[in-house]
């Protein structure tokens, strides 16, 4: 039988799926404005705006209690 999921891992999945898809709709919604993200060289924005997600997860990690495991 596989061991649950624990309730870290599935805050980070659901915060990293929140995070990128409020940043790909951010970005479809400037996609007329590139005066916001234009300060950005462009071979640097796809790094850069991959810390979004990245980020979301790692506080959604960090937040999330830990599953105690029986032994």
């Known amino acids: 039988m596989a061991a649950p999921v624990e309730k870290k891992v599935t805050a980070a999945t659901a915060g990293t799926y929140v995070g990128s898809t409020a940043l790909l709709a951010g970005l ?3 996609q007329d404005h590139q ?3 234009g300060w ?3 071979a640097l924005a796809p790094f850069v ?3 979004v997600p ?3 997860t790692f506080v959604s990690g960090w937040v999330a209690k830990h599953t105690p495991r029986a032994l």
Do not use: D, Q, T
């Open 54 to 56: 990245a980020a979301i």
């Open 49 to 51: 705006l991959a810390l």
């Open 28 to 30: 479809e919604a400037v």
């Open 40 to 42: 950005m060289p462009s």
């Open 35 to 37: 005066e916001l993200v």
